[in-house]
Structures are given as structure tokens and as C-alpha cells.
């Protein structure tokens, strides 16, 4: 069996502590290695060998820091393939959806290129008499980022890139289900040029998350994963004095006014709800349908679509649209939800509970579900399903859409498909959620802007890439400069002597 253990010091280590997880195929079911999970001791050496790496990485100029970046990109391209098809193998997700996961990280590792743009400080002259003032940026030391299954390439690489341009070490915990690429983007780093040490990455479960947690050398840890965990990192970490962002689960409403081009919404419904088996956190998993006409026009558009959706393992090539949940006990999970879906009343339009996939029928598989007449008060429409499930709620005016998810615990995502612009403004300028789309289903922004949710979304108050990505991973100090005057007085004719 294939052991996968951490990658410290420029290399791959075997893992001590003798506990180990095992990483299946979900496409087979079947165990293709075990991880091994760090304990307390691995955790303290991985700090040591990043905190010695860190002073010279610091002391290197940002434009040779940007250099590694510029080449790790090339590496990334070169390598794409390899690395979709280690994240597929571990995931389930399509290739193609592999390489976007890919890309949508090396887009952020292209952003940090310029880095040395946005580590320029601030300067007055004159603040006062002889007095100048200036701000810098410094790097923070040893940071963390703690991430999860579903995106296994880019959000390690949303954490570790501005906090390595920044001249920070780093210490990478990824999720145990996929943890193959993450050490795959470390030793791209090291031939990009990084120093031994400066990336370094521990697998592991809680304690190891515990570990990071209670450290005193790390300075701010960047979490990714279900609310609850997001929760209990933000408070532990800020409790011992760390900087924190921590990023949780979502429920994304998407709205569809009567006005809304329904062939265009159908289909961004399709992509965004079932895409990745709904394994996003910026997947919609409502549609709101304004005025009964709406939503029957809807649903039946919606039926033979999902329907017709393509499930299969990703060797199968691009003609797949989704491949299977992470594990058994995700599969379970979602398959429960639907089961209780049905108890409490809403209409089970398409069943997927019962799909199976020939050839692969030990494979974590199951069908898309569409749900009609789901209400607010049902566990369907409450909790974050994160699987291939759509909801649909009606609603009788956009006021009342609106206040879905307004009211929401949730504000990670939205969006709105309407041909009026007054309604799209109203939209975007009362919601309270981190991003949003207008005719856009999964609006997440590009590597010069940020990302983030509101309320249960997100805790912490910097949001990931862009410009927040630099703040977060550095911190300002300010000098006030006052020089003596003395050489300009009066002008010296006489070769200048020791005075
Ligand atoms: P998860 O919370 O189970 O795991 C995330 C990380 O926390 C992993 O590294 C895991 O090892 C660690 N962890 C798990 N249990 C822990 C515990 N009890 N104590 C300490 N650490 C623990 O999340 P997941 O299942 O890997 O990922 C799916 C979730 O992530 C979904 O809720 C999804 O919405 C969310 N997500 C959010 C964003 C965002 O930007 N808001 C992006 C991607 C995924």
C-alpha cells in the first residue's frame, strides 16, 4: 500500500507517528494509499526547520521572491496534466474540472508576480518639521493554512502564494481525503527556486490542526472548510493571538426573475448546481423562482435536464458532467438528506438515490436530485447539503425571494438572473452576502480581487487573494524620521579632513 507522509525541509518525510488515514478512490471505492497523520512532535520540528528558513527567505528582495512565483507558474503549466490527474484520482471531479481546480490556483500564484507592487509602503515627506513618515510591510513570520478536500490545488495554493511572496514560511495542513497534490505543489516550488523549509507540508487530522492551533511561532492561520471547524480554528487560533480568516460552509440562493432568459438560468442552474456533484462551496444549491409561472416554466426545464445529467468516473473523459462524493460517509450523508427531504414534504421531482454506476458499483456515485416546493423551515433548505441536490423554492414577488437569503445564516454566494437593471442593483446593493452574481451562477471573483463570505461564511475580517491576501499574510509599521541638519549650513571650499 502507497504511504504518503509530509514534505519537510525540501522533501518528502515518512511520517513518525505511526497513525495513518486512508485516501481512497472514490471513483472505485477502493484504498489506493494510506497518509499518515501528524502528531504534536512532527508539528513542533515542520515550525523549527520554517522559522530557520524564514530569516533568509524575509531577507531576500521581493523581486527574486516574485521570481520563484513566475516560475512555479511555468511549472504548473507543464505539469498540468499530471496534477489534474492525481486530483481526479483522489477527488472524483472530472479531469476538466481537475484543471480548472488547478488553474483557478495558478491564477493567484500569477497574481503574486507582483508582489513587490503591492509590498510598497507609504511615504510623506514633511510630516513635520524635518520629519518624514513612512509604513512597511513585513512579513509575519511562520503562518498556516489549514484547507479542505474539495479544491486540493487551489486553495493551498490561495493560501501559501501571498504569504510566500509575502516572505512568510509556511506551514500547509491539507485535507487528509486528497492529500497527493499538495506535496505535488511543493516540490514544484522547490524547483521553482524556493529555499528548503520556507513551504512546508503536514498531513493530519485535529491534533495536528491542534497543534497548529496552540503554537506559539505561528503567527495567523488561513482556515478553509465546514462552519462549524471554521468556528472552533477562528476561536482557538485568535484566543492564543494569532491572526485568523477562517472560511466556512454556504447555501447559495440564486434568484430568477420572470423577466430571466429561463433557457440561460436552466442552464446555469445545471452547471452550477450539479457541477463537481455539488461539491463547491460557491455551488448553487437553491433556485428561487419568482411568480408560479416562473417556476413551473422552471421545472420543467429543469427536469429532463437533470435527468439527462452525465455521471462517471473521470477516466471517462470529458463526456462526464459530475463523478462521485468524496467518501462512503459523504454519499450517506447526502443520500440521508434527501431521504429526509422527502419525509418533511417537499417534492422529489428527480430522484438520483438510487444510481449506480456499471462497472463501478463500489464507487461513491449516486444520481442528481431536484427538489420542488421546498419551505424554510425544512433541514433540505437549512443545512449545506454539498452534493448533487437543488432545491427549489418559490416565491410569489422579488421582495420575498430577496429575504431568503437575506435571512439566511449563510452568506457566502448569490445570484440573480433578470434582463432589469433597477432589480439587479437592488440586489447587489441590499444582499448580505460576500459575492455576487448578476446573471453570473457562481460568481467567484478573479485573483485581483478578493474573495470571501459574510455571516456564517466567513470569520475574520480580511478576505483571500487579491489585495486582503498581501495584508493578511504581512503587518505595517511606521517610521517617523527626523535628521539633525548640519552639512548644509554653509558651503566647505577646502578639501574635506577628518573633523
Ligand atoms: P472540513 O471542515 O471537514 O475540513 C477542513 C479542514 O479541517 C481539513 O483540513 C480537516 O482535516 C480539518 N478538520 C476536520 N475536522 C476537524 C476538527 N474536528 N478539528 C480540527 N480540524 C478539523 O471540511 P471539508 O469537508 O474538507 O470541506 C468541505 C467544506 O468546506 C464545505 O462546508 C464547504 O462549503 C467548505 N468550503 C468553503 C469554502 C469557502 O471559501 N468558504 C471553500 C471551499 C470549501
Given at each position: 500500500?502507497?504511504?504518503?507522509?509530509?514534505?519537510?525541509?525540501?522533501k518528502?518525510?515518512?511520517?513518525?507517528?505511526?497513525?495513518?488515514?486512508?485516501v481512497?478512490?472514490?471513483?472505485?471505492?477502493?484504498?489506493?494509499a494510506?497518509?499518515?497523520?501528524?502528531?504534536?512532535?512532527?508539528?513542533?520540528?515542520?515550525?523549527?526547520?520554517?522559522?530557520?528558513?524564514?530569516?533568509?527567505?524575509?531577507a531576500?528582495?521581493?523581486?527574486?521572491?516574485?521570481r520563484?512565483?513566475m516560475k512555479?507558474v511555468?511549472?504548473?503549466?507543464?505539469?498540468?496534466?499530471?496534477l489534474?490527474?492525481?486530483?481526479?484520482?483522489?477527488?472524483?471531479?472530472?479531469?476538466?474540472?481537475?484543471?480548472?481546480?488547478?488553474?483557478?490556483?495558478?491564477?493567484?500564484?500569477?497574481f503574486?508576480?507582483?508582489?513587490?507592487?503591492?509590498l510598497?509602503?507609504?511615504?510623506?515627506?514633511?510630516?513635520?518639521?524635518?520629519?518624514?513618515?513612512?509604513?512597511m510591510?513585513?512579513?509575519?513570520?511562520?503562518v498556516?493554512?489549514i484547507?479542505?478536500?474539495?479544491?486540493?490545488?487551489?486553495?493551498?495554493?490561495?493560501?501559501?502564494?501571498?504569504?510566500i511572496?509575502?516572505?512568510?514560511?509556511?506551514?500547509?495542513?491539507?485535507?487528509?481525503?486528497?492529500?497527493?497534490?499538495?506535496?505535488?505543489?511543493?516540490e514544484?516550488?522547490?524547483?521553482?527556486?524556493?529555499?528548503?523549509?520556507?513551504?512546508?507540508?503536514?498531513?493530519?487530522?485535529?491534533?495536528?490542526?491542534?497543534?497548529?492551533?496552540?503554537?506559539?511561532?505561528?503567527?495567523?492561520?488561513?482556515?478553509?472548510?465546514?462552519?462549524?471547524?471554521?468556528?472552533?480554528?477562528?476561536?482557538?487560533?485568535?484566543?492564543?493571538?494569532?491572526?485568523?480568516?477562517?472560511?466556512?460552509?454556504?447555501?447559495?440562493?440564486?434568484?430568477?426573475m420572470?423577466?430571466?432568459?429561463?433557457?440561460?438560468?436552466?442552464?446555469?442552474?445545471?452547471?452550477?448546481?450539479y457541477?463537481?456533484?455539488?461539491?463547491?462551496?460557491?455551488?448553487?444549491?437553491?433556485?428561487?423562482?419568482?411568480?408560479e409561472?416562473?417556476?413551473?416554466?422552471?421545472?420543467?426545464?429543469?427536469?429532463?435536464?437533470?435527468?439527462?445529467l452525465?455521471?462517471?468516473?473521470?477516466?471517462?473523459?470529458?463526456?462526464?458532467?459530475?463523478?462521485?462524493?468524496?467518501?462512503?460517509?459523504?454519499?450517506?450523508?447526502?443520500?440521508?438528506?434527501?431521504?429526509?427531504?422527502?419525509?418533511?414534504?417537499?417534492?422529489?421531482?428527480?430522484?438520483?438515490?438510487?444510481f449506480?454506476?456499471?462497472?463501478?458499483?463500489?464507487?461513491?456515485?449516486m444520481?442528481?436530485?431536484?427538489?420542488?416546493?421546498?419551505?424554510?423551515?425544512?433541514?433540505?433548505?437549512?443545512?449545506?447539503?454539498?452534493?448533487?441536490?437543488?432545491?427549489?423554492?418559490?416565491?410569489?414577488?422579488?421582495?420575498?425571494?430577496?429575504?431568503?437569503?437575506?435571512?439566511?445564516?449563510?452568506?457566502?454566494?448569490?445570484?440573480?438572473?433578470?434582463?432589469?437593471?433597477?432589480?439587479?442593483?437592488?440586489?447587489?446593493?441590499?444582499?448580505?452576502?460576500?459575492?455576487v452574481?448578476?446573471?453570473?451562477?457562481?460568481?467567484?471573483p478573479?485573483?485581483?480581487?478578493?474573495?470571501?463570505?459574510?455571516?456564517?461564511?466567513?470569520?475574520?475580517?480580511?478576505?483571500?487573494?487579491?489585495?486582503?491576501?498581501?495584508?493578511?499574510?504581512?503587518?505595517?509599521?511606521?517610521?517617523?524620521?527626523?535628521w539633525?541638519?548640519?552639512?548644509k549650513?554653509?558651503?566647505?571650499?577646502?578639501?574635506?579632513?577628518?573633523?
Amino acid at each position: 500500500m502507497q504511504k504518503i507522509g509530509h514534505f519537510i525541509d525540501g522533501k518528502q518525510v515518512e511520517g513518525t507517528s505511526g497513525r495513518y488515514s486512508d485516501v481512497f478512490n472514490p471513483a472505485t471505492g477502493e484504498v489506493q494509499a494510506q497518509v499518515a497523520l501528524a502528531s504534536q512532535e512532527e508539528i513542533d520540528a515542520a515550525v523549527a526547520n520554517a522559522a530557520a528558513a524564514q530569516v533568509g527567505w524575509a531577507a531576500t528582495n521581493p523581486q527574486r521572491r516574485a521570481r520563484v512565483m513566475m516560475k512555479f507558474v511555468d511549472l504548473l503549466n507543464r505539469d498540468m496534466d499530471k496534477l489534474a490527474e492525481a486530483l481526479s484520482r483522489e477527488h472524483g471531479k472530472t479531469f476538466p474540472d481537475a484543471k480548472g481546480d488547478v488553474i483557478r490556483g495558478l491564477e493567484v500564484a500569477e497574481f503574486c508576480i507582483g508582489a513587490p507592487h503591492l509590498l510598497k509602503g507609504e511615504f510623506t515627506e514633511g510630516a513635520g518639521p524635518g520629519i518624514d513618515m513612512y509604513s512597511m510591510r513585513q512579513p509575519l513570520g511562520v503562518v498556516a493554512g489549514i484547507t479542505p478536500f474539495n479544491f486540493p490545488a487551489m486553495i493551498p495554493m490561495w493560501k501559501f502564494c501571498p504569504a510566500i511572496a509575502s516572505g512568510n514560511s509556511f506551514i500547509l495542513k491539507p485535507s487528509e481525503r486528497d492529500p497527493s497534490v499538495p506535496i505535488m505543489l511543493a516540490e514544484l516550488m522547490m524547483e521553482a527556486g524556493l529555499p528548503a523549509g520556507v513551504l512546508n507540508v503536514v498531513n493530519g487530522d485535529k491534533s495536528a490542526v491542534d497543534a497548529i492551533l496552540d503554537h506559539d511561532t505561528i503567527q495567523a492561520v488561513g482556515f478553509v472548510g465546514s462552519t462549524p471547524i471554521a468556528q472552533y480554528v477562528y476561536a482557538r487560533a485568535t484566543a492564543n493571538g494569532k491572526r485568523a480568516q477562517c472560511f466556512g460552509g454556504a447555501k447559495n440562493h440564486m434568484i430568477i426573475m420572470p423577466d430571466a432568459d429561463l433557457d440561460q438560468a436552466a442552464d446555469a442552474l445545471i452547471g452550477a448546481g450539479y457541477g463537481a456533484a455539488g461539491e463547491r462551496c460557491m455551488a448553487v444549491s437553491v433556485a428561487v423562482p419568482v411568480g408560479e409561472a416562473t417556476a413551473n416554466a422552471l421545472i420543467e426545464k429543469l427536469t429532463p435536464k437533470v435527468e439527462a445529467l452525465k455521471i462517471g468516473p473521470y477516466t471517462a473523459g470529458d463526456d462526464v458532467d459530475f463523478g462521485p462524493l468524496v467518501t462512503k460517509e459523504a454519499l450517506a450523508r447526502v443520500k440521508g438528506l434527501v431521504d429526509q427531504g422527502v419525509k418533511e414534504g417537499a417534492k422529489l421531482v428527480v430522484d438520483g438515490r438510487d444510481f449506480s454506476m456499471q462497472g463501478y458499483e463500489n464507487g461513491f456515485f449516486m444520481g442528481g436530485c431536484l427538489f420542488d416546493n421546498v419551505t424554510r423551515d425544512m433541514e433540505i433548505y437549512k443545512t449545506e447539503i454539498f452534493g448533487p441536490v437543488l432545491s427549489v423554492v418559490r416565491a410569489q414577488t422579488y421582495e420575498e425571494a430577496l429575504e431568503l437569503p437575506l435571512s439566511h445564516e449563510y452568506g457566502n454566494g448569490t445570484a440573480i438572473f433578470t434582463r432589469d437593471g433597477d432589480t439587479a442593483r437592488d440586489f447587489a446593493s441590499r444582499i448580505n452576502i460576500g459575492m455576487v452574481g448578476i446573471n453570473v451562477p457562481i460568481p467567484v471573483p478573479l485573483a485581483y480581487h478578493t474573495f470571501g463570505g459574510w455571516k456564517k461564511s466567513g470569520f475574520g475580517d480580511l478576505n483571500q487573494h487579491g489585495p486582503d491576501g498581501f495584508k493578511f499574510y504581512t503587518r505595517t509599521k511606521t517610521v517617523t524620521s527626523r535628521w539633525p541638519s548640519g552639512v548644509k549650513d554653509g558651503a566647505e571650499f577646502s578639501i574635506p579632513t577628518m573633523k
